[in-house]
């Protein structure tokens, strides 16, 4: 059962689309384990860019079937915006498909997101404001409704009458805002149910079934370690589990089924949002690796907080994932710098450490120690075979497996699909 697992290692915005997208070539089935259109992944074809935020990135291999899972947070109007996207860009979305026991991201989800943030005030979490945790808290709280709640809508209708009484009370009584219309909502998704309901599976079945006679199967994740909602930099993560552990309890599969956990580093560190970042750049290398590295964020467009490779993240995220390779990407960002720190520990209140604390305070105190290495100076964009990269490159990447102690199976040295250099088959 050949099953491929790539997550995100540091805060996300790694490059996990195109690798998905690579891998996705030899795929027969590509399943989306958790998150909602909070994510953005960046395909770029043929010099094409594409850019998806709910549909799994394997969307544009028309031979794999792609498959939104149970671990999914679903927002239909989006879905369907980005299938009509597809599709009048020629591509064909047959086989696009959603698990029945995916949640649905509803309009008072979306609403309660943007009310909540702006009640926090200094202390917003610096959501996208797009309704997951709202979405993932109704789950939680088991007043959700899920998208095969759609297969008979009397019964939407009955869940939908007892959870809009809830949400609309705490929409006017705490916020005093409007409430939203139980007959609008009714109408709106009943012109759903009829554009979803031949994508609608039994997701469980067919994946398994899928492991089970030996087809490639890859599981994709969105964000990455450090925004896991039990192991980032608490609170100001996402609302699911962006780990390994998250395909078993996203996609409903057994751990013994999964072979190759792949996690994606950027050759630097970005993040988005509010919590703590020990790299960070407030300077001009900074404004350099954002310039270079085109780093604005795919979802909102937000400029990501830019600074240096930090190995003890990486190292926390091998650990975590059980990682059994390493894909570097945008090392090619790089090209122009002729130092490139490398944070190798952090010292805090005077003590030299590797291990990330779980209080932000603690670690919002860390100082990063760097080992300083040379950078290359040349343009590394057109290189596809190992040996042919600069010595100093070279020592960087032996650098990331060394303290990470995870063999480095894939370079990105671009954007495009092609720009990639295979050190060992994945």
């Known amino acids: 059962m050949p099953s491929y697992v790539v997550v995100g290692s540091q805060w996300g915005d790694e490059g996990k689309g195109k690798i998905v997208d690579v891998l996705g070539e030899k795929a027969d089935m590509v399943v989306r384990f958790q998150g909602g259109n909070n994510a953005g992944h960046t395909v770029v074809v043929n010099g094409k860019k594409t850019v998806l935020h709910l549909l799994p990135s394997g969307a544009l291999h028309p031979n794999a079937k792609c498959i939104i899972g149970p671990g999914v947070v679903i927002d239909p109007f989006v879905f369907l915006q980005e299938i009509d996207a597809l599709e009048s860009q020629g591509f064909d979305s047959s086989h696009i498909l959603i698990s029945d026991c995916a949640h649905l991201i509803m309009p008072y989800h979306i609403k309660l997101d943007m009310l909540q943030e702006e009640r926090l005030a200094n202390n917003k979490i610096g959501t996208t404001k797009r309704g997951i945790g709202p979405c993932y808290a109704d789950k939680y709280t088991r007043i959700g409704l899920r998208v095969g709640d759609l297969i008979d809508f009397e019964t939407f209708k009955k869940r939908l009458a007892s959870t809009l009484a809830i949400k609309n009370e705490q929409i006017t009584k705490l916020y005093r805002e409007e409430p939203f219309d139980y007959d609008k909502l009714v109408e709106q998704f009943k012109e759903i149910r009829e554009k979803l309901y031949d994508r609608i599976i039994d997701s469980v079945t067919v994946v398994n079934e899928a492991l089970d006679s030996n087809q490639h199967v890859l599981f994709e994740g969105a964000q990455a370690a450090m925004l896991d909602i039990n192991y980032g930099t608490y609170p100001y993560v996402t609302s699911s589990s962006p780990t390994s552990a998250g395909v078993c309890e996203g996609a409903g599969v057994s751990p013994h089924k999964l072979d190759k956990i792949i996690g994606v ?110 950078g290359w100076c040349e343009d590394i964009t057109s290189i596809r075979c190992y040996d042919d990269l600069p010595e100093n490159c070279k020592k960087f990447l032996a650098k990331i497996e060394e303290f990470t102690k995870t063999k480095i199976s894939l370079v990105s040295v671009g954007p495009d699909r092609e720009n990639n250099i295979v050190i060992h088959e994945i």
Do not use: H, Q
């Not at 993040?271 to 900074?286: A, K, M, Q, S, Y």
């Not at 894909?327 to 122009?336: F, Q, Y």
């Not at 130092?339 to 604390?357: D, H, L, Q, S, W």
């Open 265 to 374: 580093v950027k050759a630097y560190s970005t993040r988005v949002g509010e919590g703590p970042f020990i790299t960070e750049l407030n300077d001009e290398n900074g404004a350099k690796l954002r310039k270079i590295g085109n780093e604005y964020g795919a979802t909102t467009g937000r400029p990501r907080r830019c600074g240096w490779l930090d190995l003890c993240v990486v190292k926390r995220a091998a650990v975590i994932n059980g990682l059994t390779d390493l894909v570097i990407t945008k090392i090619d960002v790089l090209d122009s710098f002729e130092k490139i720190p490398v944070c190798i520990a952090y010292e805090i209140n005077g003590k030299r450490t590797t291990a990330i604390p779980s209080s932000l305070e603690e670690y919002a105190k860390a100082k990063p120690i760097y080992e300083m290495m040379d």
